[in-house]
Nanobody, 125 residues
C-alpha cells in the first residue's frame, strides 16, 4: 500500500485548506484512516481518524471544530479539511492506514501500518 498526500501549502491565518490522501492497493476501503502532524521541533501527534465506512470520526481536542476528516472509498481517497488556520497548525501532515481497526479508532501511531510522506502546511500570521 502506498499513500500520497497533497494539498498543503502556504496560507494566511484564518484561511482554509483541504488535504488529500490517495491510496494504492486494496486495503484502503477496509482500513481506518488517520491524520497526524509534526510541527517544527515537536513530536508527531494525532489529529483525526475515520473508520473504514466513514461512520465514526475522532479528533484531537486541539482541532475539534476546525478540522473535518472524511473519505471516499470509491476514489481510494481520504480528506482533511482545515478551517480557521492558525500559525500553530504549521506542520508536516501525514495520513496513515490502520488495517486492523475494525469499528475502532486509535490515536496511537503504533497501530497504523502504512504511512505517506507528508504534505507541508505553513500558516503565516
Amino acid at each position: 500500500v502506498q499513500l500520497v498526500e497533497s494539498g498543503g501549502g502556504l496560507v494566511q491565518a484564518g484561511g482554509s485548506l483541504t488535504l488529500s490522501c490517495v491510496a494504492s492497493g486494496r486495503s484502503f476501503s477496509s482500513s481506518a484512516v488517520g491524520w497526524f502532524r509534526r510541527a517544527p521541533g515537536k513530536e508527531r501527534e494525532f489529529v483525526a481518524a475515520v473508520t473504514w465506512n466513514g461512520a465514526t470520526t475522532n479528533y484531537a481536542d486541539s482541532v475539534k471544530g476546525r478540522f473535518t476528516i472524511s473519505r471516499d472509498n470509491a476514489k481510494n481517497t481520504a480528506y482533511l479539511r482545515i478551517n480557521s488556520l492558525e500559525p500553530e497548525d504549521t506542520a508536516l501532515y501525514y495520513c496513515a492506514l490502520d488495517i486492523s481497526a475494525g469499528i475502532f479508532l486509535s490515536d496511537n501511531q503504533g497501530r497504523y501500518n502504512y504511512w505517506g510522506q507528508g504534505t507541508q502546511v505553513t500558516v503565516s500570521s
